[in-house]
């Protein structure tokens, strides 16, 4: 991959900002600040792009929230199923992730989402809780809910347990 | 919500580039690439973002590629479950949204996929075909294959039909 | 159809009883149990069969338990998971039934099974609840669980409501 | 369990008779041939009830149908959804069970299926092939027809290998 400079990126911001509309600003200056908060976090760009943040864990229950902007809406203007999906999956991927132990990880191999109403409002909540601890699944199932508490989906999730890779 | 000036995302965007690793910056890179794009299509930002390209429609069949780079790797580094899931909804509503007549457009109500193997290599392409196309509801399936044609998940999406807001 | 004559049906039931072993016997005297059950009920012949029986309906939840018996068992002497299934469609589709007003009914659109463990023990019980009740789709969970509580299955199911036919 | 005497089935069944409607007796004959052709084969008792009949199997595909009669029908005379999903769980399961070495088997951890149009005419058929064969586990899909070919719905099954008991 060839090297980037500062220049070549400063070009290309300057000339996104050339034509931008507000949307477009306030979707980049969201970006940045998503990305600069990244920074400080071992998570990856995708949970950061998003802002997905971990709320609460307790009683084998994970809780991730993610705050809802136009990066997130699909050509409706509502959520993006595909984002309702992606903050199910890692709700109940961390959840299965933490109560492991050190050596081990999981892979979902089965996601089920059923949508119940629009995403919308300032932000979706994701709860995640194990329904079955197994040596090589974990059954797991969530509830996304609006900032009204409105339930927005249900989803379930299956991992295969597998050994980290170091 | 307040207004942005050009001057203040500027300098989020210097604070950002002074601490930025080489990967950070392919990263801010390819984001500011594939917004400028955007700004050209009638897309979402989200779809934007992860470089939906929809590659060809026939026989009732659409097929939708994305990149694979950091943007999309979850903690493990393989491109992330919810991501999969977002291309293959996409690609399955997209699918029903081009059947359908001008008036109406589709939601989806439930998502499945089965994971298969890590999405690995320089691309994902969705295919996605049409199960039944009723009245109130349609049926999709979608397979995802990676650069060499090896599969990495199937889904199925059923879609409600709805009367297309103005 | 040709009409049938009880000596006919009494000249096979002699055939079978001539080399039926005592577990052939039991299903059959199951069986005959349970279709004369049948009678008195408005049921349909499969629910009679595998004997289901609605025990509580309140608080928009429904459970419904079936014994457990080699007439369900699979290959592996379990409980054969399309039993597990049909006990849960049923049990969610008789929820959905009863929560509708006279006129409607509703059928299964999509339904999700996660196994967990295998049904074993005297019998099954399944409680079903609403997560949604739309005007077109209704969303409805279930839990199967064993005589003595464990989690055999979780369940969704999405019924599509349409009018009764007369 | 108490031991039956053919004395004591042979008053069930009379009683049973003396009350039988036309359907009742039809429905009764159909088990006593299902159940007789069942001594001659290895199958479950759930099997021989619904009559599945393996049709084929070339290609790491396999059909089973079964006739469609008053046996399977649910409440509102069509077949049950949930022996649409035992048909579909028992011809996926075949399947893989067939394509393990002799001391392995399989177990389903998730099924899911659509529901497209409702089972009608002289009987189903459900044809399974296998989407991944993994060391742990098996991913495999399914369509069933009615006798007319129409699509009456679609399965996705997950299915652990399991070391076979003795």
Chains 1, 2, 3, 4 share one sequence.
């Not at 959840?95 to 629009?118: D, F, G, M």
């Amino acid at each position: 991959m060839e090297h980037l400079t500062n220049q070549s990126i400063q070009t290309q911001f300057e000339q996104y900002l050339q034509s931008a509309s507000d949307q477009d600003k306030e979707i980049l200056s969201s970006i940045l600040t998503n990305l600069q908060q990244k920074k400080d976090t071992s998570g990856s760009y995708l949970s950061a792009l998003i802002k997905m943040e971990t709320k609460s864990f307790a009683n084998k229950q994970l809780e991730i929230t993610i705050p809802i902007n136009p990066i997130i809406h699909n050509s409706l203007d509502i959520v993006h199923g595909g984002i309702t999906a992606t903050l199910a999956d890692s709700t109940m991927g961390t959840l299965v992730h933490r109560l492991l132990p050190e050596h081990q990880t999981a892979v979902t191999t089965n996601l089920s989402v059923q949508y119940i109403r629009p995403g919308k409002g300032s932000h979706l909540s994701c709860t995640a809780s194990v329904t079955h601890q197994g040596k090589q699944l974990c059954v797991t199932e969530a509830r996304v809910v609006d900032d009204r508490g409105k339930l927005v989906a249900t989803a379930n999730g299956t991992f295969m347990v597998i050994a980290k890779s170091k």
